[in-house]
């Protein structure tokens, strides 16, 4: 008996019947197949495909990689370079190339596009993420069709998502999608990596956020994706977070958008049965890099896992990294396990000298109060186990 693959939920339509907003995420190895430039019939067909689940009333987003694959191919370089300005020259080329073929065969059936480049950056800064949420309301309010990618010629690092199924993920949160289909060059999620184990065997349904489903997901099969089915994995747990359902589907399965959209089952569902977080918690939750940790003493973390306490600088017991008021950062045990994140009411020097201290005290130590808690309850989100 396993835990996924419940038959009741079997017997439901699948979650794209009855979504009103949808994130199509399509990866690299299909939008060039394999790597062998921008697969122009294959992209007719999704765009055909989301023209008709446009005209069923619902509202689609895509998020397409491919433009790396597609620049190598246009550059003539057979193997993926390993420098960071090669990959953003590569990525500069290929992306001309998507948006090209994207939009003549969305103009097919009479639907305008836009091309939105995003940075983890856009999405960790709250004014930032406002302006883009804004942005691609307005977009889906005028009836186009917004084309997402990371914005690779100028990430770094820091500011880097690093794979589109996160990115899909994150604009479902953004835009409080109801579901993200994430086509790819497998039939869904399997019990082990098919490639390498051919007695692996296909999930058709589990809750989004089931820790074993990580065990079972590898990494990419082929050189040209990215993040394999473990980045797909945490993106359904990270969409579940804003009540998006996940499906895993092969984009080679013919008409599988508007099969899906009618009900039938195909591929792997990972439901979103949780909670749903508030807007300004989800923001806290979709950042990807903290700017520091607050360490917290056995007490402290009880006090906010078990009781929904905020955190005061009496149970803190060292402060790491260098942030603003205004940051978020994460709140760990002593052991280093982040216990949650949130909105910090005081900069580094100020945090690291009221620790261990009590609220009353904060006046004296820093010159100023301005809140009585380091990091408030309304601002904070827990991080599951
Ligand atoms: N448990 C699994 N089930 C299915 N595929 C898996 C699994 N673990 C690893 N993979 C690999 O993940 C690959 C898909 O990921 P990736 O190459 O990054 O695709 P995409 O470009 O669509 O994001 C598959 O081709 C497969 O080899
Ligand atoms: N932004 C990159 C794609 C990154 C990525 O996640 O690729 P994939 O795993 O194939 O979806 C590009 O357009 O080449």
Redesign the pocket.
Known sequence: MTVWNDVTVLAMPSAIHGAQRVVVK?????VTNEGSGADEAAIASWVKQIANLRAAGKEVILVS?GAIAEGMKRLNWSKRPTHIDELQAAAAVGQMGLAQVYESKFAVFGITTAQILLTHADLADRTRYLNARSALFTLLRLGVVPIINENDTVITDEIKVG???TLGALVANLIEADALV?????T?????????NPQ?ELIQTAPAGLAILEE???????N?????????VLAAKRAMKSGAHTIIAS?REINVLPRLASGERIGTELRADTPLLTARQQWIADHLQLRGKIVLDAGAVKAIRDNGKSVLPIGVVRVEGQFMRGDVIACVDELGKEIARGIINYNSPESARMAKHTTEQIEQLIGHMDEAELMHRNNMVLVSP
Do not use: C, E, H, Y
């Open positions: 399509v990866g690299s190895s299909l990689s794979d589109n199924d994430i086509l790819t060059d497998q869904g999620l399997f019990t082990a990596d098919p490639r390498k692996a079972m997901a590898g990494g990419a099969g082929s040209i994706g990215t993040g394999g089915m473990l980045t797909k984009g």
